[in-house]
């Protein structure tokens, strides 16, 4: 996990790597420290994530912060997360790179 851009309150992330049961405790404290530090739009670059099959959908919503204002723009999320974050109206997943862009150069 490393942060490749910050404008506050933006942070743009890559994210990579086995994301199971030993790495889970890493990101999840990495997400909630920067949200703790202020950020509040977070640009998840998730294209080299990948899930252990161990990994439960409780595991995977716990990464995310829970603050009111959060959001959180998902690159290339794999299907667990996808299917995780689903209908949760903080989440955008973007498909294309392209696509997460344009909304982090929208944002404040």
């Given amino acids: 996990m490393r942060a490749l851009a910050e404008a506050p309150p933006q942070v743009w992330i890559a994210v990579g790597g086995l994301l199971g049961p030993a790495t889970q405790p890493h990101v999840r404290r990495g997400l909630h420290d920067r949200a ?16 252990d099959g161990e990994m439960s959908r409780g595991g995977i919503r716990a990464l995310f912060p829970d603050h009111p204002d959060a959001r959180f723009h998902l690159v290339g999320a794999p299907d667990p997360v996808r299917d995780c974050v689903g209908g949760d109206p903080r ?18």
């Fill in 36 to 51: 703790t530090a202020g950020a509040r739009e977070f640009f998840l670059d998730l294209r080299e994530l990948h899930c």
């Fill in 91 to 108: 989440f955008t997943v973007h498909t294309r790179l392209e696509s997460a862009w344009n909304a982090w150069s929208r944002e404040p």
